[in-house]
């Protein structure tokens, strides 16, 4: 997978949050295949998770023909203990180590011998990542493991606004990472990885300049056909599209016709203002639908045939109603989620964005993997 203006010479896929609610069994299993038959020419450098039960379950679908490729813990590590690194050892996992407290134990203790891992330094975004003040310990530290023959596999930092270059926060950022960069790559092995770049940051790599300093790019939503939004795109891609890899879809399960007046759903929230037909769809908060959607006005759609109908009256666990287009009938399917259907418009009606949306699916809504 290639998306415009991202340089990275090698990519590490996130599945975490079961793969953006789209199933990491699944998405791991994929991946492996399409680095099976790339052979030497796959730019696949591992999978990326956020906790230890993730990393698991990653490393158990992917078995044997997986062994060889790296499964990175971007947070379920700290903070660093015995039991991590038990589990780390046990499971062939990569930890990543975002604290100078947790790097000063995990060397102390000699973990940097038995593990492979990787170090995060917070440039600006303030949630975890070793402070940059500490760069030069760091430095003295790696450069006495080098002289042994030991080198992390990967530094990184994370960018909080991915999608413009030019803000303030990111421009302090990318000189924050500049420095990190010049003053680790010197002494690091050539197979250790810099990387920075999201999927947002990587619709617009030229800009950020990550092909001068990453050799790593980290798609999260957009491996799974999610864009930046239109204004994004338009401005910087060039118009090239990806198309979603879900669809989440609700049954039409009843229809009900409604005279002016009648009111829809718990509090009566919406009052017909003529006659009209609804449509009743066997799916609700419960499945990961936001109950914002049935505020009025929220502008969520539920699109059934070449119609896009709004949603009425509030969100109920199991249930949802909808403006019914014509030539609907019961057995007829809502599109939720998909090609046709603007996720980004879907997330504003609940005042949210995709990840939520996508990563709020619950286990009683089936997968139907093709």
Excluded at 97 to 115: A, C, H, M, N, Q
Excluded at 117 to 123: G, H, I, P, Q
Excluded at 139 to 167: N, Y
Aim: with cysteine; aromatic share 6%; charged share 20%.
């Amino acid at each position: 997978m290639l998306l415009p203006g991202a340089t990275g010479a090698c990519l590490l896929p996130m599945v975490k949050a079961d793969a953006y609610g789209h199933g990491a069994r699944w998405a791991a299993l994929g991946l492996l295949e399409l680095h099976r038959r790339a052979g030497r020419s796959s730019a696949l450098a591992g999978l990326g998770v956020a906790t230890l039960f993730e990393a698991i379950e990653v490393r158990e679908a992917i078995g044997v023909r997986g062994r060889a490729l790296p499964v990175v813990v971007f947070s379920g590590t700290l903070p660093w203990n015995e039991a991590s690194g038990t589990a780390c050892l046990r499971h062939d996992l990569t930890p990543v180590i975002s604290t100078i407290e947790d790097w000063r134990k995990f060397k102390r203790e000699g973990w940097v011998k038995t593990l492979r891992f990787e170090l995060k330094f917070n440039t600006g975004m303030n949630r975890l990542g070793i402070s940059m003040q500490h760069l030069q310990e760091v430095r003295r530290d790696l450069a006495a493991l080098a002289s042994r023959g030991i080198h992390p596999a990967g530094i990184f930092s994370h960018l909080a606004m991915g999608e413009d270059p030019r803000a303030e926060l990111s421009l302090r950022q990318m000189g924050a990472f500049r420095a990190l960069h010049a003053a680790l790559k010197p002494i690091v092995a050539d197979s250790t990885d810099f990387h920075l770049g999201n999927s947002a940051a990587l619709w617009q790599g030229s800009e950020w300049g990550l092909n001068r300093l990453t050799t790593r790019a980290r798609p999260g939503l957009s491996l799974y056909g999610i864009e930046p939004r239109e204004a994004v795109i338009r401005r910087r891609a060039s118009g090239r599209r990806l198309k979603p890899v879900m669809e989440l879809l609700a049954p039409v399960v009843a229809l009900q016709q409604l005279r002016s007046g009648d009111q829809v759903g718990y509090g009566g929230r919406f009052v017909a203002p003529r006659s009209m037909k609804v449509a009743i769809l066997g799916m609700g908060y419960a499945d990961g639908l936001p109950r914002l959607w049935g505020m009025e006005g929220s502008g969520a759609v539920a699109r059934i045939g070449s119609h896009d109908c709004p949603w009425l009256g509030a969100v109920s666990m199991d249930l949802s109603v909808v403006r019914a287009s014509a030539g609907v009938r019961t057995g007829s399917q809502a599109k939720i989620l998909g090609t046709g259907v603007d996720i980004w418009r879907q997330a504003d009606a609940a005042g949210t964005i995709p990840y939520e949306l996508l990563t709020s699916l619950s286990a009683r809504v089936q997968r139907i993997y093709g």
